[in-house]
């Protein structure tokens, strides 16, 4: 009888929900830290004059020049590690302080419903973690357990399929300050759409079968 990490991790449905919740968070990632590297504002919010208002926290780091670029670039370098798939481990490890720290900021500030969003976008780095438990183990002195997946999973189409996200990410960032959100979302969507085509097709035709070994 399989253990059941390796009965999980033998689930199609679950590795495609890993590969695309990597795509969720590393391209929200990427599109966030963009305007913070080109030293803009990331929000029009009204700076009100209270020391406990949204608009004054966002003003004062904004303000602080250098370390509000360098926010921006580590939420970059973590989203672009998640977009490759293949260093998506380390990505997660590099994500999940920095979503741990906007978690807390929008709880200890009048953010609305905006915990809920963090607050799910911090236990999907959780969860991206857990999955890699296996090789984490080693930070508690434990051995690496192996675990196998698929030969999908371990596809290099994902790979391709994260690059050319983070290029459109990035590119449309770029170029603009002012930015439709349903045009950049409908484009990650279909190229995350076209990928899952075009690897039902690959799987179809069993180019995805598991080689035989000797």
């Avoid at 741990?100 to 799910?120: E, H, K, N, Q, R």
């Avoid at 890699?132 to 196998?148: A, K, Q, Y």
Wanted: charged share 10%; hydrophobic share 50%; glycine share 10%.
């Amino acid at each position: 009888m399989k253990p059941l990490r390796q009965s999980l991790k033998s689930s199609l449905l679950l590795q495609l929900g890993i590969i695309y919740t990597r795509y969720l968070v590393g391209g929200a990632f990427v599109f966030a830290s963009l305007i913070k590297i080109k030293g803009h504002r990331f929000t029009q919010i009204p700076d009100t004059g209270s020391a406990h208002s949204v608009g004054h926290f966002f003003e004062m780091m904004y303000q602080s020049g250098l370390y509000w670029q360098f926010i921006g670039v580590a939420q970059c370098v973590a989203g672009l590690l998640l977009l490759t798939q293949r260093f998506a481990l380390l990505g997660a490890l590099a994500y999940l302080p920095i979503m741990a720290s906007i978690f807390v900021i929008t709880i200890a500030y009048d953010f609305a419903g905006t915990p809920i969003i963090t607050g799910l976008m911090l236990l999907a780095g959780l969860l991206l973690l857990a999955w890699d438990w296996n090789r984490l183990r080693v930070v508690v002195n434990l051995p690496v357990v192996p675990e196998t997946t698929s030969p999908l999973f371990e596809s290099r189409l994902w790979e391709v399929v994260g690059a050319v996200m983070f290029a459109f990410t990035a590119g449309y960032r770029a170029f603009t300050d002012r930015y439709n959100m349903l045009l950049w979302l409908g484009g990650c969507v279909g190229l995350g759409a076209a990928g899952l085509l075009l690897a039902w097709r690959r799987h179809a035709a069993g180019q995805f079968r598991p080689q035989p070994v000797g």
